[in-house]
């Protein structure tokens, strides 16, 4: 904090000696020196050396002062800071008050003992000129006179040159900082993410985003170990008042990281997590897997500190974070043996509160894919629905897209009928009881949906038969071995919700991101959406997640896809967000609404809305193969339908084409002039005959030669000249007005065979007017014919 260490400095100055101010001063500017407000500390500095190196010159020369060799000296920050020190704090009766003044004794101790010498001094100009504040120029004549004063003109000439172009970068970098800069108020402290100080914290960090992009773009060219300190000041500046946002702490290690400082960067991860972010999921993963990727190969330091850190983490989420232990999982798998993968697997089951069915899940697909055991994967699947069964219909599906995925159709057919006919008969006995159960409704909808796409797409007619009459005439086998009369026997199961709708089966047609589009209330997309797939607990569970603060993103990062029976408070439950660990997927489930097809029918009224328990039970499966492939569809597909590409314009790349030349360019006076003379007869007659006198004017008042410095604002030019009013001028004061005040270019620069198509001198004629011409062979002979058809119409009869 450059505030801080004014402070201090201030401190010192006032009560320390001059020796232990200029260490200070030093430590500062080694720490703060590219600050942009870190002008008045260098030229403090600098005030200090040069007081030194002129006690030092006088001591070594007593014709210093005559041969030109000392330095103009600024005012003293020493004696400036205790004369501001009131008397009454300046004397204290237990110490001895500084005298104000310090003497010229001082000054040649501290140049001895500190060894200010001409190469030191020149290094800190060097350094103070070379950034970027608001005393460049002031610092930058100061170091002509110390180059100057070294009696090497040639030299001197040298340096300058070659430190000119840093100075002049400086300064055009101090600007652009200074208006980026503009509104951040440096004496912000961090505060933890909360919903009330969120659109403070987000105005906070975009702007020092714009200061770090700004930064990291090396504006001034400065060398790769000049570069590194300057960027990682910014960052540190940004964390006093951004320390809670982590993507500020994984950019400043990505940082780190790109300028070769691997144990720096870890450090600093370290440090986030333990001072500001302990329980941010993303920070200790990163950090866990930055101790077990330090070296490569791994040594046994660098995997001993990743479990301690996997298992610190374990103990420090909130519980359960199935995500956590999923990563432990995984580097035991990566570092160890298949075996002892397994082992802490079962172990994590029997004992672990972070073990949810999600473990299971990632444990059996572990088997399958990396280890390459279909039936320890199925054993796997099974043993989670001994576990689980009916509370968690997540892990069936995902059971039901492992056999798919691995070929098994049959047992897919078997799991999903099953699975149908279980809710089914769930769903009757509720009704005989008078019981309403949604989520035994919604499960039964999406295990049906399901099953209908497995075998509409891989399946044989007799097969797409059965799965779409199943659930009628089941439910009809149902009744009757209830003891149902058969005349309600005969009715459909719509009534109760066990029927399939038509929301129902327009999703038993679709094909991953893919949905048929039909006419009904409700259906206003145009394209498919993420929504469409997850069950509307999980939507809303994933909108709570995000406003539900930082407290609660690891807990939501923890468990994707995780329905529980219950609905726990957000801070320690992981909701039922199906990939939150990718936060592109969750964002647009987030900004998309939420469809669910067995419950729009029933939200239609207010009071089936208000008794409709559905919203707050979190126990909807979700269909992980599905909502994988609507996030692919949202991230890498095209946004625009391909029914409306036909509509698309076209439109040519005019970046590459010429500029507009209009005729004047053509016969300007520069190219006339140089080429007038090779031109053929044939090309001087294609050239226009005749200029509008509008064109003449404008050309006259350009400038012939060429401009120096950067080119003129066209933009500011013009919306001058249209916001100019003119003032009206009566045409009787121009008759005054003659051509020789429009024509600022001699006439002999233009050849004289070019000159009689161009000229049209503007003259005043008899009656005075302005805009008279002098008579041509050609206007005279024009009008001797006008009159002649005149004097032939008037002497017939």
């Not at 300190?229 to 320390?243: D, G």
């Not at 101790?291 to 298992?311: F, G, I, N, Q, R």
Request: aromatic letters at 6%.
């Amino acid at each position: 904090s450059l505030d801080l260490w004014s402070s201090y400095l201030t401190y010192c100055k006032r009560n320390l000696p001059l020796e232990e101010v200029i260490r200070a001063y030093q430590r500062a500017v080694d720490l703060l020196g590219t600050d942009w407000r870190a002008g008045l500390l260098w030229a403090e500095y600098l005030a200090l050396l040069k007081r030194c190196y002129n006690a030092q010159q006088r001591k070594d020369n007593p014709d210093a002062e005559v041969s030109g060799r000392l330095l103009a000296e600024d005012p003293n920050p020493v004696e400036a800071a205790r004369r501001a020190l009131k008397p009454g704090i300046r004397r204290k009766p237990d110490q001895q008050a500084k005298p104000v003044e310090v003497p010229e004794e001082e000054f040649l101790k501290a140049a001895e003992v500190l060894k200010v010498d001409v190469q030191l001094l020149r290094s800190a100009f060097q350094r103070a000129a070379g950034s970027a504040h608001s005393v460049l120029d002031k610092l930058w004549i100061g170091y002509e006179q110390f180059e100057k004063s070294l009696g090497s003109p040639q030299m001197a000439q040298r340096l300058l040159r070659e430190h000119m172009p840093r100075y002049i970068r400086g300064k055009a970098s101090f600007k652009e900082l200074q208006n980026l800069c503009s509104g951040i108020d440096h004496f912000a402290v961090a505060l933890p993410l909360r919903p009330k100080n969120a659109a403070q914290q987000t105005r906070i960090l975009e702007k020092w985003r714009g200061v770090l992009q700004y930064e990291r773009t090396n504006p001034m060219r400065l060398a790769k170990h000049e570069l590194q300190p300057r960027v990682s000041l910014c960052y540190q500046q940004t964390a006093l008042s951004c320390a809670f946002h982590s993507e500020i702490w994984h950019d400043f290690v990505t940082w780190l990281d790109a300028c070769d400082q691997k144990e720096q960067a870890t450090t600093c991860l370290q440090r986030a997590v333990e001072r500001f972010l302990p329980q941010d999921l993303v920070l200790r993963l990163l950090l866990a897997q930055r101790h077990e990727l330090a070296e490569v190969p791994p040594s046994k330091t660098s995997l001993d500190l990743a479990d301690a850190e996997y298992a610190k983490l374990l103990e420090d989420m909130p519980k359960p974070c199935p995500l956590a232990l999923i990563n432990n999982l995984a580097f035991v798998r990566r570092q160890r043996s298949a075996d002892e993968f397994r082992e802490a697997f079962l172990e994590a089951a029997e004992s672990s509160p972070h073990c949810t069915w999600e473990v299971y899940t990632f444990a059996a697909l572990t088997e399958y894919h990396v280890l390459g055991s279909t039936e320890a994967a199925a054993r796997v699947f099974r043993l989670g629905l001994e576990r689980y069964g009916d509370r968690e219909p997540s892990l069936l599906a995902a059971y039901i897209n492992f056999l798919t995925g691995a070929n098994d159709l049959r047992g897919a057919r078997t799991e999903l009928s099953r699975s149908v006919l279980d809710r089914l008969q769930i769903g009757v006995r509720d009704r005989l009881a008078n019981r309403v159960d949604p989520s035994i409704q919604d499960s039964l909808s999406f295990f049906w949906q399901k099953w209908a796409r497995l075998e509409r797409y891989f399946g044989d007619a007799a097969a797409v038969q059965r799965a779409s009459s199943f659930r009628d005439e089941e439910y009809q086998n149902l009744q009757r071995d209830q003891e149902v009369e058969e005349d309600a026997v005969a009715e459909t199961p719509v009534a109760l919700g066990l029927s399939a709708s038509i929301a129902e089966v327009e999703e038993s047609f679709r094909f991953q991101h893919l949905v048929p589009q039909t006419s009904r209330v409700g259906r206003t997309q145009a394209i498919p959406s993420l929504p469409q797939v997850l069950p509307k607990p999980a939507v809303a569970n994933i909108a709570s997640t995000k406003a539900a603060g930082a407290a609660a993103a690891p807990a939501a990062a923890a468990a994707p896809e995780s329905p529980a029976q219950t609905p726990p408070p957000a801070s320690s439950k992981p909701t039922a967000a199906p990939a939150a660990p990718t936060q592109p997927g969750t964002q647009a489930a987030q900004q998309l609404a939420p469809e669910n097809p067995q419950a729009q029918s029933r939200a239609r009224s207010p009071q089936a809305a208000r008794r409709e328990p559905f919203a707050s039970l979190p126990t909807s499966p979700v269909d992980q193969a599905m909502v994988d492939a609507a996030e692919e569809n949202l991230r890498l597909a095209t946004p625009t339908p391909a029914a409306s590409l036909s509509v698309h314009i076209a439109r040519p790349d005019v970046s590459k084409m010429l500029a507009f030349r209009p005729a004047l360019d053509v016969v300007g006076r520069k190219r006339m002039a140089e080429s007038a003379e090779k031109m053929r007869p044939d090309e001087l007659a294609a050239l226009p005959t005749m200029i509008p006198k509008c064109l003449q004017d404008l050309m006259a008042v350009l400038p012939s030669r060429p401009l120096k410095g950067t080119k003129p604002d066209v933009d500011y030019l013009l919306t001058v000249l249209q916001t100019t009013a003119i003032p009206p001028i009566p045409v009787s004061d121009l008759d005054s007005v003659r051509s020789g005040g429009f024509r600022t270019v001699r006439e002999e620069d233009v050849p004289l065979q070019l000159q009689n198509f161009t000229k049209d001198e503007v003259v005043t004629s008899e009656n005075g007017s302005f805009f008279s011409s002098r008579p041509t062979l050609v206007r005279e002979r024009l009008q001797a014919k006008r009159q002649k058809v005149l004097d032939e119409k008037l002497m017939q009869p």
